[in-house]
């Protein structure tokens, strides 16, 4: 096993960190803006309403498509390939992951921001949930890629 392999890893769970703490600082931003100041939006119970559905749609999207789509492609990759050009691969399609995970958590945000309405910090924990449990770790990535034992524990490193 070589280290860019292993530096390849390391990359991925950094990436995932970045986003993680990205999210939270995100979400201290837009509570303290409407702690302080309130909804950009005035008061209009029907358009909240719909902006939390709309809020809560996009977010669906984006996590459906965060999973679905880079798995799709996780899963074409050769299983005889090198190890380094698996975990490229990988990366690849983990970068898409965050993207649409990122892009989701942004636009709760966002609508938090607008609408002030609690139930949409809900919606970012979920986010944050479904970021966590997608962290690529060393098993989670043997099941993804079907690395073998050997390559698995040289991960564990």
Not at 78 to 94: N, T
Not at 137 to 152: V, Y
């Amino acid at each position: 096993m070589s280290e860019e392999a292993l530096s390849i890893f390391k990359k991925m769970n950094r990436m995932y960190s970045t986003v993680f703490f990205a999210l939270i600082i995100l979400l201290l931003i837009s509570s303290i803006y409407v702690s302080n100041l309130g909804a950009i939006l005035g008061y209009d119970a029907v358009l909240f309403s719909y902006l939390q559905a709309v809020s809560i749609a996009i977010t669906a999207i984006f996590l459906v498509f965060a999973y679905a789509w880079p798995q799709a492609g996780i899963k074409k990759i050769p299983e005889d390939a090198l190890l380094e050009d698996k975990l490229h691969q990988y990366h690849e399609f983990i970068n898409k992951r965050l993207l649409f995970i990122g892009l989701a958590g942004l636009f709760t945000c966002l609508f938090f921001v607008l609408t002030a309405d609690t139930n949409l910090m809900v919606v970012l924990a979920i986010i944050l949930i479904f970021l966590i449990l997608s962290r690529p770790t060393p098993f989670k990535t043997k099941a993804d890629i079907n690395l073998s034992e050997e390559e698995k524990k040289a991960l564990m490193r």
